[in-house]
């Protein structure tokens, strides 16, 4: 069991004792609130450290102008993504070739037959037959992947392979 005698016989010995504990408990209490607060200046200063500021003032006035002008660009740039948004289609984006021996006397597959196509299947067939005295140029207009001009064989099977991307 405690013997408490020995406090009254020494009170001023368990006032500093008990003064001693009290001080030791707060100095660590306040070295975890210093630490914490370190880690909250240093996340502070990586997270305002692009700023030049003098006062909390100045710094909030350059992030509002810089949130503006971001607000101002992402405007421009969705109107921007919206005008692409509406040509994509209609770009050519579908290509497909296929080279052939145009005439049995002519060595090589020299001729061919080319597909530039957009998704929606408009665009042309251009085709390109090389002989030994001449190479006579076809161009044939396609929407939606079919042509009003009669079609060769080797036409049709670029045709069907730029629909098929």
């Given at each position: 069991m405690f013997d408490y005698r020995w406090l009254i016989e020494n009170t001023y010995l368990a006032i500093t004792m008990l003064l001693t504990s009290l001080l030791v408990i707060t100095n660590l209490l306040v070295f975890c609130r210093l630490r914490t607060t370190r880690r909250l200046v240093r996340f502070y200063e990586q997270l305002l450290g692009d700023y030049q500021a003098s006062n909390i003032r100045e710094l909030l006035q350059q992030v509002s102008k810089l949130e503006k002008d971001n607000?101002?660009?992402?405007?421009?740039?969705?109107?921007?993504?919206?005008i692409l948004e509406q040509r994509l289609p209609n770009l050519i984006n579908r290509l497909a070739i296929r080279?052939?021996?145009g005439f049995p006397d002519v060595g090589g597959d020299l001729s061919f037959s080319l597909a530039l196509l957009s998704d929606q299947g408009n665009g042309v067939v251009i085709t390109g037959l090389h002989g030994r005295e001449e190479t006579r140029l076809y161009a044939k207009p396609v929407t939606q992947y079919t042509s009003t001009y009669q079609l060769s064989e080797e036409e049709e099977e670029v045709l069907k392979s730029a629909r098929n991307l």
């Open positions: 607000h101002r660009d992402l405007d421009r740039l969705s109107s921007r993504v919206a080279r052939f021996k």
